[in-house]
């Protein structure tokens, strides 16, 4: 079946610009995670949804940073007033209901901002 | 404060050779320890995960070793192959949110 999918797969962007980035989550699942990948760098988390609810979001870098997710299924991160510390590859996980420590990722998103 | 370190940063194995690769935890609310694989340009992919009930676990060539005293696990790759070449991430979990990654390491299998 199909995985998680990510667009678009590259970003990129000027400084100070808004961008947002979608992910579509396996048909089913009901948990959605963000994370964030810098070069060299392990998995950073992000936020997570349960449903379309987002109980914690403390692991957002900082109020630029916001995400949704409508319908229990497509969720948008987006980034306003882009820095270039903010170029990284984002990624998108989702998890069924019937095993939700099992994450599974799409091919994430690689932001270049310039 | 790294929850999960992760060694060595880098390994090269010979093909046919046994990987190693170690991780240890600080946190002891995790329950909850995969591992993942992610090869250039893609999304990472799990491999192979341990709960801290049992002491290994194995899946065809892949092996989590876990010692939940010293808070450390490991995963070992048996007879490792060039296309084992990959960067592997450990992670830790506990309780309903996002998982601890560790910073991974980068395999390379010499044919």
């Known amino acids: 079946g199909a995985g998680v999918s990510q667009s678009p797969s590259n970003k990129v962007t000027e400084k100070g610009k808004d961008v947002e980035l979608r992910c579509d989550p396996i048909?089913?699942?009901?948990?959605l995670y963000w994370y964030r990948q810098s070069l060299g760098q392990g998995l950073e988390f992000l936020i997570y949804f349960q449903g379309n609810s987002a109980p914690d979001k403390s692991g957002l870098p900082s109020d630029r940073f916001s995400a949704e997710r409508t319908g229990g299924s497509v969720s948008t991160l987006t980034i306003q007033r882009t820095q270039q510390e903010d170029s990284a590859v984002y990624l998108c996980?989702?998890?069924?209901?019937?095993?939700?420590?099992?994450?599974?990722f799409g091919p994430g998103t690689r932001l270049t901002v310039t | 404060q790294q929850q999960v370190k992760q060694s060595p940063q880098s390994l090269i194995v010979q093909k046919g050779g046994i990987s190693i690769i170690n991780c240890a935890y600080e946190?002891?609310?995790?329950?909850?320890f995969p591992w993942y694989q992610q090869f250039p340009g893609k999304g990472p992919a799990l491999l192979i995960a341990?709960?801290?009930?049992?002491s290994e676990k194995k899946e065809g060539r892949f092996t989590i070793s876990f010692n939940k005293s010293a808070k450390q696990f490991s995963l070992h790759i048996m007879d490792s192959q060039p296309g084992d070449s990959a960067t592997y991430f450990c992670?830790?979990?506990?309780?309903?949110?996002?998982?601890?990654f560790g910073k991974g390491t980068h395999l390379i299998i010499q044919p």
């Open positions: 048909s089913g699942h009901t948990a």
């Open positions: 946190n002891t609310a995790f329950d909850y």
């Open positions: 341990i709960r801290p009930d049992v």
């Open positions: 992670a830790a979990r506990g309780g309903a949110d996002g998982l601890t």
């Open positions: 996980a989702s998890s069924p209901e019937i095993a939700l420590y099992e994450q599974y």
